[in-house]
């Protein structure tokens, strides 16, 4: 046998593709995870800003983050299979510059209308490059390479909880909402040259047609998944939208060091992630019981023994590690369940993911007015153990392994 048949015979080091990609291409996508969720959430520190510019209310100026979700909730089952035989390197480079364009538009919008018009640009890149990405990581990195690198393709999401938004809002109040809309879209053009860059050439694995994505709902292991993105995250939206006010009236906390609180919960999120995400890949089922079920004792439990910072401070924390666990396990849930249409299931994923995200913020609205904040605290709680039921009982995959 020659060297060069010889080293033809060589499976490849562990970690890294057969081809071009490996760590660096999983860190562009992971780059492109932060970039779309960070310009979802941008108008979040930016509401009263906008509104006074563009000469509307603060509550329809936040109606800016409520398009942009729903969009991206139905761009991601909708468009993913209808671009589906596209190379997933192009598509998601095109994605990007739909990003850029869409945070340049929202920058120079002279009224609301074409802010709207931005947002819903905005919404159709990020539900696609979502989609895309999320089950990239076993095309990019082989073995047990690729829990970690599924991780680091997620950690793009919690980073942007914990840097991506507060970084706006300081843009935003050292030059205007303007130049925050318009940094964003210069890191979206960096992240699409790092794309275009570092990317192997992706083409796509088979033809995805709606179709196709509707009928995997039928698949009990990806319903039963559905299910519990559905309850998790539409549990803690309705109760993280309205945690500050818990803060204030229940455990007294100053408005200063609620932002520091708010900085705990982020990074204890980023440590979440990467836990859960090896935990998951041994096993999904049993990494989402956890964080069900100890989620919805520290959510049901914070109006009850929140009542000083340091307890607050606690629970505040451990369900920052909680729920930064949950994006990566319900997805790692999925794409074991459905191994062979992964680009589909990711879509139902987004799709999913993002309208629990209006759901919540909506019921918890509700619940408040209603009710009062404490009860909002308490519906999440219930949402979770609704979740964990479902993870019980439900069909759920095998093991965790993508590859």
Known sequence: MTQTEESADKAPEEGQPAGRGGWPAVSAVAGATFTVVT?????????????????????TAGLTLTITGLVGAASAPL???????LDRR?????????????NLLAAWAPNFG????????????????????????????????????????????????????PAGTYIGELADWRAAFVVIAALAAVV???????????????VIRLGGVLKLIGNPRVATGLAVVALL??????????????????????PTMIGTLLLVYGVAGVLGNFVAGAGAGRSPRG?????????????????????????????F??????????????????????????????????????????????????????????????LGGGLALAALLVAALGRAPENGQLG
């Open 90 to 102: 192009v598509l998601l480079c095109s994605m990007m510059a739909l990003l850029v364009l869409g």
């Open 39 to 59: 310009s979802e959430m941008l108008p979040v520190g930016l509401l009263t800003s906008i509104g006074h510019t563009l000469h509307v209310s603060e509550g």
């Open 79 to 85: 468009l993913t299979p209808l671009l589906g035989r």
């Open 317 to 378: 924390a451990v369900w920052g590690i909680l729920y930064g666990g949950v994006s990566v396990s319900t997805q790692t849930w999925l794409l074991a369940a459905a191994p062979q249409d992964r680009e589909a299931a990711a879509s139902l994923f987004v799709g999913v993911f993002n309208g629990a995200i209006a759901l919540g913020a909506l019921a918890g609205g509700l619940t408040a007015d209603g009710a009062g904040i404490e009860a909002v605290m308490w």
């Open 114 to 165: 074409v802010m709207v018009v931005a947002r819903v640009i905005i919404g159709i890149g990020m539900g696609v490059v979502w989609a895309v990405a999320a089950g990239l990581a076993v095309r990019l990195v082989s073995g047990t390479a690729i829990g970690p690198a599924t991780s680091l393709i997620f950690s793009g999401i919690a980073v942007a909880s914990v840097l991506g938004v």
């Open 233 to 254: 995250v539409t549990g803690h939206f309705a109760a993280y939208t309205y945690v500050r006010p818990v803060l204030e009236e229940i455990s007294e906390v100053s």
């Open 192 to 206: 699409l040259i790092a794309l275009a860059v570092l990317l192997p050439p992706l083409p796509a694995e088979q």
């Open 287 to 315: 990494t989402l019981l956890v964080i069900a079920l100890v989620l919805a004792a520290t959510v049901g439990l914070l109006p009850l023994l929140g009542g000083s910072v340091l307890t607050a401070g606690v629970l």
